[in-house]
């Protein structure tokens, strides 16, 4: 058999999965409890992962594609799957990364390089507070981010709704969920009061690979 006859392991139509979490859904507890985590993960995340394969299914020719690839080039993606794949893409590729940068052994001040990031905004304080209140001020559903942007700048925002940075050709670094399902268990309406929690579990570890992957 020639070589050229050998099928191509990266063009297997394979589906998206849900990745298993590196952590027991009450490692975070206090900061984030354990329903939360498991509803959150297994259930939402797990809805977007069946909703994109499902949209996927009418265009099987996108399978091969990463994640990450069809937010990128979105206005591309067939009109009649273009929403679906926003959402539920951007809910895969947002809660991928969300499970990483956060672990039992987290918290702390920053450290590596993206503390040099960090203090481009005044210092891990102003960093943090700006963050924070971007995601308090998000009316609604979305997210909060860290971005390293097409132009190679750093900058903090704020999507609506499952939107990834990725879709403006923006790297995400770092972000939170601010979607009701977050937190509401726990928090109920004081969504500051989870923002700023949430430090104590943050995976800097992971953050500092990231910001390598987006370079
Ligand atoms: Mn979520």
Redo the contacts with the bound molecule.
């Keep these: 058999m020639a070589l050229r006859d050998v099928p191509n392991p990266v063009a297997a139509q394979t589906a998206h999965e849900l990745p298993a979490l590196r952590y027991d859904f009450a490692a975070l507890e206090p900061n984030i409890d354990a329903q939360t985590m498991q509803i ?1 993960h297994d259930k ?2 797990g809805a977007y992962v069946t909703n994109l394969n499902a949209a996927l299914d009418k265009h099987p020719d996108l399978k091969s594609k990463s994640v990450e690839d069809l937010l990128h080039s979105l206005n591309s993606i067939p009109e009649d799957i273009r929403t679906a794949v926003r959402n539920n893409g951007g ?1 895969h590729a ?2 991928t990364m ?1 499970w990483n940068i956060m672990s039992p052994k987290g918290g702390g001040t920053p450290t590596g390089e993206i503390a040099q990031v960090i203090n481009q905004f005044g210092g891990f304080e102003q960093f943090k507070e700006k963050f924070n209140d971007n995601g308090v001020k998000r009316f609604g559903s979305g997210w909060t981010w860290l971005v390293h942007t097409s132009a190679g700048k750093f900058d903090l925002v704020s999507t609506a709704n499952q939107d990834s940075p990725y879709i403006d050709g923006n790297f995400p670094v770092m972000g939170n ?1 601010v ?1 009701e ?2 937190y509401y268990l726990k928090y109920q309406n004081r969504r500051a009061d989870y923002l700023k929690a949430w430090w104590n579990v943050v995976n800097w570890d992971e953050i500092n690979r990231r910001l390598k992957q987006g370079r």
Aim: glycine share 10%; proline share 0%.
């Design positions: 959150h939402h995340h809910g947002n809660h969300f969920d979607w399902h977050a």
